[in-house]
């Protein structure tokens, strides 16, 4: 079956563009019985991986937008964030769950096209090319949108970098002595 | 000094998207500013903070919610296609019992008989009933693709590692041989109430490819008519009787050779075997197919070509290679080919208990 062989990946596209679990899951089942309907016979081969994406990518986009358009899902998103640190909390206890929910929640104030961009080449380090074919656009286009993206997170996550390069090198240290 | 640099032309000159003499001037401006240096410096680091977000992995149970979304799409495709497919298997239904099933008084009668006579007339209806009135497939894998198959039991692993019996997907075994302990079980099977604690029997070996690596399955015998509430239940009491077939264990590798006789006949070996015979050769031909489709490459711990509310059905119990979660039931109709599966039912077992 397709969906199980693509699964994680698709699900680390769809739950980083939407946020939330279960609009993830939303998005993975609408998109993968859109791919079922169009090709009754799968194959292995890395056009349908894309192609896969790309529906996965469009269905997420899809609900980024319907989200825009009703301002009243601006409360939801705490919920979301909060049902993620729960999540989080109970898989990886680290503060390092604090940091990706700063970063989901900072790359929710993007547009659409810049999250997608963002998530696939920054997150999931997509080469650029495989990015602009998953989302349909230029290779030009998918470089400005990551760029214009990261200069807009810029003033949301400068906080974050300093507090990651700060754990970074007190667990280097850590790592060198026998300190606890 | 110059002034500060924004942060759209801080990214603009790391993306190369500046004159050289633009970038020249940025160049200058940060090796004298510490401010858009650093600036500079959290751009450069944004990559690295993205891609070290850590999100959970798919919950199960959202798992299971498209598993069973994509089962009912594949169902409602196929119940389309039924439309279309041969009259046999409407005939087959029409009747009410498909020609193919061995009734629980027939088996009764063959397990009745005593001594020798009984274990040749047993194996006869084991050769007649691999169609469908209840072969399970224990799966073990074969082409090297790691994996859980050894949760079968030990006569089954030894017999598919032993040999591999079946041909090419499409061309399965067709005869059952007639020698060998696995007999035994398929007479003890046939005295006792479909579902209870018989040993299964086992069947010839089949094999299916995919993405280039070839699956192995041995068909046993469990008798049980599934339903729909006890779709889970009902596959684990299966899979622990395939698991443990019994106190009669005798299955061993010299079931291979036959097994794999029986290969070498193919078709023809189905043709020969009566009426029945050449339906169970048809069932067999489309499994591979079959298993193709719904376990996709996943460790198949068990195939039952049993009943599902009294129809013929095929039981799939597929895991993850390797993984001790996400185990998942299938029930298709009969039928179930490469073209189309019909899924009737779909249970997720939870992991086992430590």
Partial sequence: M?????????????????????????????????AFRRA????????????????????????????????????????????????AGQRDPSADSDTSLDVLAALRTLPPGQQAALVLVDMLGYAVADAAEVLGVSVGTVKSRCSRGRVRLLPHLAHLRNRSAARHVQSSQEGGSDQP | MTRHVSAEKLARSRD???????????????????????????????????????????????????ETALATESAHRAAGATERSPARLRAGRRSG?????????????????????????????????????????????????????????????????????????????AARPSRSGLDAPAVRNGGVRPGAHAAPDFGPVVQYRHDGQVHRFTPVRTSTDYLPAELGQQASAALARVRSPGPVSTAGPGHTSGASGGASGGAS????????GAFSAATLAQLPG?????????????????????????????????????????????????????????????????
């Fill in chain 2, 269 to 276: 070996g189905g043709a020969s075997g009566g009426a029945s």
């Fill in chain 1, 2 to 34: 397709l969906f199980r062989r693509h699964r994680e990946r698709l699900w680390a596209v769809a739950i980083r563009t939407l946020g939330d679990p279960e609009e993830a899951a939303d998005a993975l089942q609408d998109a993968m019985i859109s």
């Fill in chain 2, 16 to 66: 190369g998207d500046l004159s050289r003499a633009a970038a020249r001037r940025v160049a200058v401006h940060l090796a004298g500013c510490p401010r858009c240096r650093a600036d500079a410096d959290a751009l450069a680091g944004l990559p690295a903070l993205l891609a070290s977000t850590q999100l959970p992995p798919m919950p199960d149970h959202l798992a299971a919610r498209i």
């Fill in chain 1, 40 to 87: 009754g016979g799968f194959r292995g081969d890395s056009a349908v991986t894309t192609w896969l994406h790309r529906i996965v990518v469009n269905a997420c986009l899809d609900r980024l937008r319907r989200r825009a358009a009703r301002p009243a899902t601006a409360g939801a998103d705490q919920q979301v964030l909060e049902i993620l640190a729960a999540d």
């Fill in chain 2, 97 to 173: 019992l498909p020609r193919w099933v061995v009734t629980d008084e027939q088996a009764r009668r063959h397990a009745r008989r005593p001594g020798p006579a009984r274990r040749i007339l047993a194996t006869a209806a084991a050769a007649a009933i691999i169609g469908g009135g209840g072969y399970a497939l224990v799966a073990t894998l074969g082409g090297g693709s790691g994996s859980t198959a050894n949760t079968a039991s030990g006569s089954s692993v030894s017999r598919s590692d032993a040999k591999p019996a079946a041909g090419p997907p499409g061309s399965a075994p």
């Fill in chain 2, 290 to 354: 079959c298993l193709g489709r719904v376990a996709g490459g996943q460790s198949v711990l068990l195939v039952d070509l049993a009943t599902f509310q009294g129809a013929p059905a095929i039981i799939i119990v597929t895991a993850p290679p390797g993984a001790t979660t996400g185990t998942q039931v299938w029930a298709v109709a009969a039928g179930c080919s490469s073209s189309g599966a019909r899924v009737l039912a779909h249970h997720q077992l939870p992991p086992p208990a430590p």
